[in-house]
């Protein structure tokens, strides 16, 4: 019996009484629901990291405080110490207002919990994560039957699971001997305008950041294919090994398109790995009409595309698609005698954890089902069309104010 009571109240401690519950999730729902009404939130901060620190001090954790006490803390301090890019006053940084699906999936994944690392504990999450896997293959021009990817923490991850794909197709040796077996010395290209995600990949996949050529840009910011093949040959006749091409479709700092096209056809005519990096611009694939900026991106090995950006589903959310069925299983696949494995050889079932860098992770892709489903591709389509109009006359206007 005294176990019996014991367990009941240490499952209070964190589970909380019904009625505590309740009234925290109404002040809750609350506070969420006014945040997004407010129009008086901060677009800077006045504040330093003293003050803060100073605030946070008298957390040492030694004694419990009421949840009503922390939630009240939590409440007044977040949107206090934080820059609102949801604010309709906001004009900063590509940061988008977090969807309303995307909040309400966000609490569902944290509630219900599901172990992603593994079908057969989570099937309906695994397959949920799937079909949105396979819709935004589609999309972005792969042949359904080919398609396969993975959900990461964002596109940092999936610029590193690309970087690590690629090294294990084109060295297959790579998983098994290292680096240090290869009888070359590999090396990547990318623009000057690429994402620094991609560096620190190199930097923690062993290449060196050294062997990450940065091709010239053309006064239009977009990588010079010129370039490009005029490096490749280099580093060939210096005794390197070119294997990987990062083309952006869509920078960070200028939003221009590398030409995939072009950068697809040098890859193909060299055999290098041409993985597209898509991670905000690749959203206006959406947009029937402005499909062609994109020509080339279905040529792509690999792609990473960023939810939390232009789909404002909230953060974390990055994926990495591929038309490469095999390669994240060559990739990423282990055996532990600790995990009962759902995937017999005759079934198409995937263990995501044999799939990515993650091993057990939240359910990512909710947040993002639960958001296209409410909005549809046309919801995203007319948002999108939307803003590429106020950034066109945004654009005008500064033009003609001579800016
Ligand atoms: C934002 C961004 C990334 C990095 O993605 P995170 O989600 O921040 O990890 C990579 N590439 C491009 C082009 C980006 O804009």
């Known amino acids: 019996m005294r176990t019996t009571a014991v367990a009941n109240q240490s499952a209070r401690i964190l589970a909380l009484e019904k009625e505590t519950r309740s009234e925290l999730w109404r002040q809750t729902v609350e506070a969420i629901e006014n945040y997004a009404e407010r129009d008086d939130l901060p677009l800077a901060i006045e504040t330093d990291a003293q003050k803060i620190r100073a605030e946070l001090k008298a957390y040492d954790f030694a004694s419990p405080r009421t949840p009503a006490e922390v939630l009240e803390f939590a409440l007044e301090f977040l949107p206090r110490n934080q820059i609102h890019a949801s604010s309709r006053r906001f004009f900063g940084f590509f940061d988008s207002s977090p969807s309303t699906m995307g909040v309400i999936a966000e609490t569902l994944a944290a509630a219900f919990n599901p172990q992603v690392g593994v079908w057969s504990t989570s099937p309906g999450a695994v397959e949920i994560e799937q ?13 359904r039957s080919l398609v396969d990817g993975t959900f990461t923490s964002g596109g940092a991850e999936a610029n590193h699971t690309a970087l690590l794909a690629a090294l294990t197709k084109t060295f297959p040796d790579f998983g098994e001997k290292g680096l240090r077996s290869l009888d070359k010395q590999p090396a990547i290209y990318i623009s000057a305008e690429g994402h620094h995600s991609v560096l620190k990949a190199v930097r923690s996949s062993g290449i060196g950041a050294k062997f990450v050529r940065s091709v010239r840009v053309k006064s239009d910011l977009k990588m010079d294919v010129d370039d490009l093949c005029a490096k490749i040959a280099e580093d060939k006749n210096s005794g ?13 700092a200028a939003g221009t398109i590398d030409p995939l096209d072009q950068i697809a056809d040098v890859a193909t005519r060299e055999n290098l790995w041409f993985h ?70 005759a079934s198409d079932v995937i263990d995501p954890f044999t799939h990515s860098i993650q091993w057990t992770r939240r359910f990512i892709g909710l947040k993002l089902f639960l958001t296209l489903a409410a909005c549809g591709w046309e919801g995203y389509a007319e948002i999108i069309r939307h803003q590429v109009e106020v950034a066109n006359y945004l654009r005008q206007e500064l033009e003609k104010s001579g800016w």
């Open 131 to 143: 079909h949105l896997i396979c819709a935004f293959g589609e999309k972005f021009g792969y042949e």
């Open 240 to 252: 390197l090994r070119p294997f990987l091409i990062v083309g952006t479709a869509g920078t960070t």
């Open 276 to 345: 597209a990096d898509a991670a905000w611009g690749g959203a206006a694939m959406i947009v029937p009409e402005m499909r062609h900026l994109f020509a080339g991106i279905e040529r792509a090995d690999s792609i990473t595309f960023d939810p939390h950006k232009w789909l404002s589903v909230p953060r974390g959310i990055g994926m990495f698609l591929t038309r490469h069925a095999r390669v994240l299983s060559d990739t990423f696949h282990v055996e532990p005698s600790y995990v009962p494995a759902s995937n017999s050889a």
